[in-house]
């Protein structure tokens, strides 16, 4: 699916051939965010590569990546769709957690990473996962209470619907 947004960006599916991309992004959030010190990040980043790749093969992980008119990736979103316990609440099966949410500073504040999250939404409610959680920095937090999640001891939830 792509969509098209203002000043000529356009929102593309990630490929296992955007690992690297996915991986510098990832990088650059946790750096932002002062998480660790860049050699544990450099690390990090190497061995989310394979990893991100594998899962993107396998359909457990989907990446949505906003390019700019000549291609450049100034923004991009993850949902790792991994096995989760059948219970009263949810007999899916499924349980979706959003990663790697970054948008290079340029982009911020135009409606980007909205969009990534439209995608991705859309995506859930298509495969019918009801249950959406998040780690969310203070500067995203806003944006993800606007679409319904909500603050959680460890995460921000978005309960789609009861299966």
Known sequence: MRSTMHDQITIRKAT???AKILARQRLMMFEE??????????EMEQRFIP???D???AGEYHGWLAVD????AVAGIGLWIHEWLVNPRDFSGKRAHVLNVYTDQAYRKRGVARNLMNELLALCRE???PKITLSASRDGQHL???LGFKPDPRWMILQLKDS
């Open 33 to 42: 965010m002062d998480h660790d010190p860049i050699e544990r990040l450099t």
């Open 127 to 129: 495969q019918g996962i």
């Open 55 to 57: 899962k993107i093969i």
């Open 144 to 146: 993800y209470e606007t």
């Open 69 to 72: 008119e000549d291609g450049v």
């Open 16 to 18: 296992p051939e955007d």
């Open 51 to 53: 990893w991100v790749r």
